[in-house]
């Protein structure tokens, strides 16, 4: 089954996943809303139903929204409009050939996907293709294998979900996974919650 596939089977599902996960959620948005702040043109990658869509339009000067499923740009675009957020373009695209040109954007918002998507080298490529050389790449990132606990605790949702980790990250290998990207690593920091999420601010290398 295609990614896009999967994730339209788990739309439906997605925001009581989030409910379940998202105890670092609000730091999250804090974050984008500082790293984010006087941005002109945004690009969120793997948007899902929207759970950070609208912290990064409040700080930057509009937002280009995407996933892969068409069951998620659905329930993203209702979101959008019943929140009002007028700086917020909803599309289809994938994160492996994102539909942009070159250096297209000053920052670029890839939240809680590199460790489910099968590809995530080539999404990073895509990233550093369409960010421009003074803009800012953020990527929170579930950490899946930070502990016994998580690793056993993402096995299990693996085997018996859809929502399959296919990464394990720890923050030093999340690092290490955008270095190998040629990009450079601004900072990165660590949100607690079942499973932690790895905060990573990068931008372009020189």
Request: include cysteine; charge should be neutral.
């Amino acid at each position: 089954m295609s990614e896009a596939a999967t994730w339209d089977r788990i739309a439906s599902r997605y925001d009581l996943a989030a409910r379940v996960f998202g105890r670092s959620y609000p730091a999250v948005r804090r974050a984008l809303s500082r790293d984010l702040a006087g941005r002109q043109r945004a690009l969120e990658l793997a948007s899902g139903t929207g759970q950070f869509t609208a912290a990064i339009a409040e700080a930057v000067d509009s937002v280009v929204a995407t996933d892969v499923s068409v069951e998620m740009v659905e329930r993203l675009r209702a979101e959008v409009l019943a929140q009002g957020v007028e700086n917020v373009s909803v599309r289809r695209t994938s994160a492996y050939e994102i539909d942009a040109d070159d250096q297209s954007f000053d920052a670029v918002v890839c939240a809680n996907a590199l460790h489910v998507m099968e590809r995530p080298r080539d999404a990073l490529q895509e990233i550093r293709r369409v960010v421009s050389t003074q803009g800012v790449i953020v990527a929170p990132t579930f950490l899946h294998g930070t502990s016994a606990a998580t690793r056993a605790l993402s096995r299990t949702l693996s085997a018996f979900s859809s929502f399959v980790a296919h990464t394990r990250f720890d923050l030093p290998r999340l690092n290490s996974l955008i270095l190998n990207a040629d990009l450079e690593v601004v900072y990165s920091e660590t949100f607690p919650g079942l499973f932690p999420i790895g905060y990573v601010v990068a931008r372009r290398t020189p």
